[in-house]
Every structure is written in structure tokens, then in C-alpha cells.
């Protein structure tokens, strides 16, 4: 179920340009994709009043309801409020009197909150200059933008800008598109297979910032984010035919490149978005590409000089040097099963287990390596020894760790263009399920992390400077490891 309003024709502060064409491009694109659609074009109080009511008297609990609201809105005492389009500009002071005769954003939320509805996406485009800014020689309001709210739990709030930004309804006096720069770029995104809420914001996100930077202009859609579980527009769904990569796709790409900042990185990324050479994202990562060949140059000069390390044998067989890991294992004690060459997960919990019992300097990246596998048979005795068996009854089951991510934790990520980047990150708890950490690469990056778990459900934020990654994954049974996949389409393994 969705709700859209678009109020253009304000009688008594400024009309707007694109409200109500944006939110009748939202409106046929939510029908498209199922929504049964509430459309509210400038809606006076009363109108936009009965509007909501008609909307929220068809959620049912367990719903998914979605809504979206372009036009004129404003910030007094922390609370925002949208305003209808017979709004008066009020005298000096009179701020109590346009609370009265506009609709609270907390108030909408509430009553949407109220029909049980299962989750709630709001969409707000209102953060355009203040209407009330000089009302006989004093400012009612913020003087642009909207504020930052406490969102309910199960809604996700989405901005067209951050607190106290101007958005955008065109780029230049050349710009004739029909939609404001937000909606364009959120508009694609919404019908695109697959695309989870919290991925789609962070590609919305970067597309109205770069959008806004080719004017000079900083706008970044700001979001709240209180919903439980994950939220999709669209499933995915296998093409026909193959289709040109989105922009969405490209802008991640662009992401991920331009963050690992290496040659090869964005050699990768302009070959694979050959014939896309007119769009704004190329040009920035040729531009980045280029000036990225005297430091290239400076360092295959270096790399000539210096002597050439001897080669390293190579074991031809990885499969029978896996057979005889398993077979080293055994003997002291770190049961593998029958040696049949695979490193299951068996097998890696008994190299995990020699490992933590053993005074080596090996990683668990060592497991089927020649030097890992001669280290093993230089050891003898049971090195992993049984738990003690005793005859008394048995005790309680063993209860999980207070803080079962806390500590160090190493990692290995496949990105985009097929980049792999190994680190480390160490959580430490913070209370309840909360952890905070410090992130380290192989690329030299370096990024503050803020993670919850959830029974096995992890779900975190790393903060890179430039970027930030969102993601999400589980924890394994036994609290040794973990997977996940985040916003720049990276898959991680971690363990300790």
C-alpha cells in the first residue's frame, strides 16, 4: 500500500516546480511494481487530512506500506512538519500557528504505526529553502532543510538531504528534466531486481551527491533507519536478454575503485563500462586513471631495479599435499576424518584447533600449504588433546561468551572487479548487543566499525573516510567465524 503527495500550488508562500511531477512519476512507477496507490495532488489540510485517513484505514497489520511526500515542509523545535498548500504565511512569531495548520511528520508516522502495518518506508522531498524565512523581518523555522527525527521502529525515513541541505530541483537553467534531481535518481533504483532498502539508499545516496558536485552544490540524502529484517521493491528476477548494467551498478563499481585506488582497479572499471564514455562516472575515473600513470611508472622503474626474489618450488599436487595435512593432523591428535584431500570444515577446525593449541605462527590461510604441511611433521605427541572424561553427571551445557564477537578477527573480501582484500579488526563490546572496532586492509584503508548481533544475525556499518559500507551476515554456530556481504557488493569471511 502506498500513499503519494505532490503539492505544487502553495496560495500563500512559493510555489514549487516539480512536486507534483515527482510524485506522479512515483506514483505509476509504485503501481507498476504492485503498490495499490493514494495519490494526494495539492492537497489542502482538510484534503491531505482525509487523504491519510482514506490510506491508513486499508493497511492491515502485517502490511508493507510506503510513503511519499513532495512539497514545501519545515523545522520548528525539532519536530518537521509538511505543509499543505492552503498554509498561511503567519505574522512574526507565529510558529504555534503553523504547527496547527500543517501535518507533523511524527504525527503521520504514529498514525501509520498504529495500523499494525509490518514495516513503513517514508520518503520525504520537503528539504527546500524555508517558505517562512522572512515573515515581517524574523525567521519561523530552520532556515532550510528538515531536521533529524526519531524514527518508530520498523520504519526506514529516507531525506532528500541532510539536515539543514537544500535539495535540488534542477541542476542548471539547462536542466529540463521533468523530475527533481532526487527523484530521478530514485526512481531506477526502485524497479531494479534484487535491490535490498539499505543498498539501493547507498547507491541513491552517491548518485545525488555526485549529481549535486557537478553544480558545486553539497546535497546527500540523509535516512533513519528503525526497520527490522530486510526490504526489497523487487525480487530478482533472471532477464530475458542480457541489459546494459544500471547506474546504480556502475556507481558502485565506481565506489569500490576508486576506493582500493590502484590502476589495475580502475583499468577494470573502465574496461567494463567501454561505450559509456559520455556519462559523468567515466570521466571522473579516467580522470582519476590518468593521474594515476606517473606514480605507475615511477613504480615499474623501481620494480626493474630491484633483483628478482628466486623462485619458489611449486607443489604440483595441492590435492596430496590436503591428503597429507589431514594424515599430519591425525597423528597428533587433531582428528580430520579420512584424509581425502578437501578442506571441509573438519579439516579446518582441526588445523583451527592445532593452531590454538600449538605455539605457531601460522594463519588459518596456511591450511594446505608445503610449509604449513612441514611444520606438522616435525610435531609429534598429541598435540590436540581429548576433552578429560570423568565419572560424574554431567554439568550444565556450556553457555555462550557474554560478548561472543568481542576480540581480533581476521578477514578476506571479494569485491567488484574481482578484488580481494585480506585484513584484521578487533571488536570490543559496548553494551547490550553493540560492539565497536577498528578496521585494518591489505590495501592500506583503515575504517571505525559499529556492529549488532542478533542471536546469529550481524548487521554493521564500517566508516572509511570518503564511504561508508553498510552489511550484513551470520555468525557460525561455534563463534569462530562469520560471513557477510555489504553495499559495495563485497563478500567477507572471518574468522579467530
Known sequence: MALVVGNNSYSDVPVLAKARADAQSIGTKLNELGFTVTTALDQDRRGLNRKISEFTARLEPGDAAFVFFAGHGVEIDGENYLLPTDIAAPSAGGSDFVKSESIALSDLL?????????????????????????????????????????????????????????????LNENDTAENSVFTRALLPLLSEPGLELRTLVAGLRREVRDLALTVQHRQVPAYYDEMLGEFYFTQTALPAEPAPLPASTMQTDFEVARSIGTPQALDSFLERYTGREDEYTYTVAMQLRQGLETEQ?????????????????????????????????????????????????????AFAAYLAASDSTLGADDLGTAHALEELRQKSGEVCKPAPRTASAPG????????????????????????????NVHYTHAGGNKYHGRLSDSLGQNANTEVYLNGQQISGTDYFPGITVTWRGRLAADGRSFTSSGSTGCTVYAWR
Open 110 to 170: 504514529d498514525r501509520v504505526r498504529k495500523t499494525g502495518a509490518r514495516s513503513a518506508v517514508v520518503v520525504i522531498d520537503a528539504c527546500r529553502n524555508n517558505p517562512f524565512e522572512l515573515v515581517e523581518g524574523r525567521s519561523i523555522g530552520n532556515t532550510r532543510g528538515l531536521g533529524r527525527i526519531a524514527a518508530p521502529q520498523g520504519t526506514f525515513v529516507i531525506f532528500s538531504a541532510g539536515a539543514g541541505q537544500l535539495a535540488l530541483d534542477r
Open 396 to 423: 550444565p551445557a556450556p553457555t555462550k561468551a557474554a560478548a561472543p564477537l568481542a576480540g581480533a578477527w581476521k578477514f578476506k573480501a571479494t569485491c567488484a572487479l574481482v578484488v580481494k582484500v585480506t585484513g
Open 297 to 349: 611508472a615511477q613504480a615499474e622503474a623501481t620494480a626493474r631495479e630491484t633483483p628478482e626474489a628466486p623462485d619458489v618450488p611449486v607443489i604440483p599436487d595441492s590435492k596430496a599435499v590436503m591428503r597429507e595435512t589431514q594424515a599430519a593432523l591425525n597423528e597428533i591428535g587433531c582428528q580430520t576424518g579420512r584424509p581425502d584431500g578437501i578442506a571441509g570444515p573438519r579439516t579446518r577446525s
